[in-house]
């Protein structure tokens, strides 16, 4: 009967630990906050983009939606982009792979996918580069409607 009362305290204690004091084990992983990867060693050029803000048509839920947002490379200096990251789970970005030499063009590509987010979807892409302003917001919104089979 102790032994029974014992583990029974022990699991309260457990549970209640995780509820009020967060799960210890999410504390262990520690994320790099997106700003710390900032290298302001790199010279810095401009950039130009061709749009910042898309408003997509609406599509069908389930729908993969291809999104771009080109840019021209305006400084003397090479443009890097280091780190491209989305806002959400359900969207992939793709940066160019390699630098982006003055007078160039090119364009991060992201890939949004419409399962489950019917509705209205405001999506954004946070750039890492070398440019003045070290981090370019891209945003995308996209009405999604139910597929209703």
């Known amino acids: 009967m102790k032994s029974s009362i014992i583990i029974v305290s022990v699991f309260i204690l457990a549970a209640f630990s995780i509820v009020f004091l967060g799960n210890p084990a999410r504390k262990i992983i520690k994320r790099i906050p ?55 789970g359900c969207t992939i970005a793709e940066k160019p792979s390699k630098p982006i030499m003055p007078g160039e063009t090119s364009s991060i590509k992201a890939v ?26 891209l945003v995308f919104n996209v009405e999604v409607m139910p597929n209703n089979q």
């Open 34 to 88: 997106f700003e710390s990867k900032i290298d302001r060693s790199i010279p810095a050029t401009t950039v130009e983009w061709q749009d910042t803000l898309k408003n997509l048509e609406k599509v069908l839920e389930g729908t993969k939606i291809n999104v771009e947002f080109p840019f021209k490379n305006t400084g003397n200096k090479i443009l890097i982009i280091t780190d491209v990251a989305p806002s959400c």
């Open 112 to 137: 949004f996918n419409s399962e489950n987010r019917t509705g209205t979807n405001h999506k954004e892409l946070k750039v890492l580069l070398n440019t003045e302003r070290r981090i370019q917001n």
